[in-house]
């Protein structure tokens, strides 16, 4: 069940797992959807990080459901990054994994965490050098 206004950690993979996310341009689909989804699904993005394989995504949900805002950012992503790459098939594998955030956790410290993980799989020494991240906080 999905609440207008609740903050969701939500994590989606890539088909098979495979790191189709390897640099800016390959990220930036995904990147723009993103965007997308703040304006149009009504969806607040508060941080993010794509990685290889995979993208973990804050957001405070707006007027639509949780499914309809992955799924058409998934859909956005998929769509710009087929015809920048002149690719077809599946980009991201069906369902996603959802957290809501409960009032006592801390939306920072779920915001470290996501922007942490090029840290965690040794993609980089200090964070500023991974190039697909963001978050709301400075």
Same mark, same amino acid.
């Given at each position: 069940m999905s609440i207008p206004g609740q903050y969701y950690h939500v994590t989606f993979a890539t088909v098979n797992r &495979?790191? !189709?996310? &390897?640099?800016?341009?390959?990220g930036?689909? !995904?990147?723009n959807a993103l965007r997308v989804a703040g304006t149009v699904d009504d969806?607040?993005?508060?941080?993010?990080?794509?990685m290889p394989d995979h993208?973990? *995504?804050?957001?405070?949900?707006?007027r639509l459901t949780l499914a309809q805002v992955v799924g058409q950012m998934k859909g956005r992503a998929s769509r710009e990054?087929?015809?920048r790459r002149a690719t077809t098939g599946h980009l991201w594998q069906r369902g996603y994994y959802d957290h809501a955030i409960r009032t006592d956790e801390s939306l920072r410290n779920v915001a470290a965490y996501i922007v942490a993980n090029p840290l965690r799989a040794g993609l980089v020494e200090k964070i500023g050098d991974y190039p697909l991240w963001d978050?709301? *906080?400075p």
């Open positions: &495979v790191p !189709v996310f &390897v640099d800016w341009p390959a930036r689909p !995904v990147l969806a607040q993005t508060l941080a993010y990080c794509l993208l973990h *995504w804050l957001l405070r949900l707006g990054y087929q015809a978050t709301i *906080w």
